[in-house]
């Protein structure tokens, strides 16, 4: 068992060429994931942008698929702040949209976003890591910033939590991953106006 001394040192040797070597093979497998799409990215093109073997990438993976959806699962896990807790739902659901701003931003994301939802409907592997990675945390936060207005009775306690979830995550999704319109400042501002109003009216 490592000792705290042990664990604080930095890791040199084999360990280090490890991660080194790591690090290159993701570096060079989202780069040729937004050069080729999902469908179309092979263990060798990989392999070679990295400036490595393929055998080690089989000795981190057993297959393409198995590479990428790790892959893509660390690069989401943990990349969601904390919950927005204003004490108001006009202003919760203006810092949540600017959270997600800028993580549907993230150049990596803008390069590869739409074509994974794509891919998703063909990979079910994919389509679990995108559903439980990315998915439901967002959907989560969500649903605690309605179920926080409920509680302070800023919302109807019969509101459509699904639905409100969808009204708060989707539009902002759609109009930055697939029609690439403008999500400045003022845009959040008359999207948050939007669901609010919206909110209120949908109770089942």
Do not use: C, N
């Not at 001394?5 to 994931?33: C, D, K, N, S």
């Not at 389509?127 to 959907?139: F, K, Q, S």
């Amino acid at each position: 068992m490592a000792t705290k001394q042990e664990e604080g040192r930095p890791v040199t040797g084999g360990a280090a060429l490890r991660r080194q070597v790591t690090e290159a093979i993701t570096e060079a497998a989202f780069t040729e994931l937004a050069e080729a799409g999902y469908a179309r990215i092979s263990m060798e093109a990989v392999a070679r942008r990295a400036g490595v073997g393929k055998a080690a990438l089989y000795r981190r993976w057993p297959s393409k698929q198995a590479m990428l959806t790790e892959l893509i699962r660390d690069k989401v896990t943990g990349t969601l702040p904390p919950t927005p807790a204003t004490g108001a739902l006009r202003t919760d659901l203006r810092e949540l949209f600017a959270l997600f701003r800028g993580q549907l931003a993230h150049p990596l994301l803008t390069r590869i976003g739409a074509g994974l939802l794509a891919e998703a409907g063909r990979d079910d592997a994919l389509a679990e890591i995108l559903d439980t990675g990315v998915a439901a945390p967002r959907r989560a936060a969500a649903r605690a910033i309605l179920q926080g207005a409920i509680d302070r009775g800023e919302l109807q306690p019969g509101l459509d939590l699904e639905l409100g979830v969808d009204l708060l995550i989707a539009p902002l999704a759609f109009r930055m991953l697939v029609t690439h319109g403008r999500s400045d400042d003022e845009y959040l501002e008359t999207l948050a106006t939007a669901i609010e109003a919206a909110l209120k009216a949908v109770v089942r």
